[in-house]
């Protein structure tokens, strides 16, 4: 078994109290069956607290938010009060994990983090060069994969490639993925309508949406890379993907929609900066991406379009 991830994810650490968006705020918080025994065994008033703060539903444990729908174990500087007395190792699995994603192959774990985190935005979205797969656990043992697998995998790396060959501008780049998996055209204010029928956490998205033009300004060549990155960032998360649900075409369709969509979202801004493209990216992240009933209904709405 192996596992990969993006050379860009290695730096990455939580920036706790310095977030603007903390991710203890707004989310569900399950607790996985190893956590919820351990948390069941802490004595004292801390374990009291903690016994009082787990919920049940539908067989399954999480924690009660409170009515500002923030962890009651984020404390008023934003910090972890589970992690200040216990430490990190005291985390529940969800807790540990984000804003990692993984996708599972037959003898293959991808991980990678989600735009969803801010930190993980700027990282991402500011990284130079382009984007390489490195390995980050190996058993040694020659990886297996399936005849499905490897052609998707081979199909993912040359996309990939092809939207890292920076000897052509980005525009072509993306222009060329979209006639290879038959993007269909629609102008922008169709797109605006139907997006905003999904299921919306934030209505600075539905505010980002209602700004878009249906004849928007072109980005500069400074934000090529960028642009690459969050590209590279959609065809190594979802294309996996399509190994459920058979959709390559779709799925591809999906990552040329989404770089467009951001990509014109930030060149409506009136001075585009990096931290403008991390908070598009990261609205976007938390309301479509880590949705599957939204990503389920553009991918629906993407083969409705031929």
Known sequence: MRTVTPDCCAGFSCIAGACRHSCCVGWEIDI??????????????????????????DGAAHFRLTPEE???????DNLCDLIIAMGEDSLCQICADHPRFRNEWLDRTEIGL?????????????????????????????????????????????????MQARSVSFAKRL?????RCGYPERPWHEWRDFLLTLERLDDAWATALNA?????????????APCE???????????????EDGDIQ???????????????????????????FVELARLYSSEIEYSDENVGAILDELACLG
């Open 32 to 57: 996985d069956d190893g956590a919820l025994r351990r948390y069941r065994a802490v004595p004292g008033e801390l374990g009291e607290r903690l016994r009082e703060a787990i919920g049940q539903a």
């Open 70 to 76: 923030r962890c009651p174990f984020l404390n008023r």
């Open 114 to 162: 989600g735009l969803c985190c801010e930190a993980a935005g700027r990282l991402i979205l500011g990284w130079e060069e382009p984007a390489r797969l490195v390995t980050a656990d190996d058993d040694g043992a020659e990886e297996t994969l399936d005849d499905e697998e490897a052609a998707l995998l081979a199909l993912r790396d040359g996309l990939i490639a092809r």
């Open 175 to 179: 222009e060329a993925l979209s006639e």
């Open 212 to 224: 878009l033009p249906d004849d928007p300004p072109l980005l500069g060549p400074d934000w090529d």
């Open 229 to 243: 990155q969050l590209a590279v960032y959609l065809l190594f998360r979802h294309l996996p993907g399509a190994l």
């Open 250 to 276: 779709g799925r591809v369709r999906f990552c040329v929609l989404i770089t467009r969509l951001l990509r014109t979202l930030l060149a409506v801004q009136t001075k585009p900066s990096m931290e403008d």
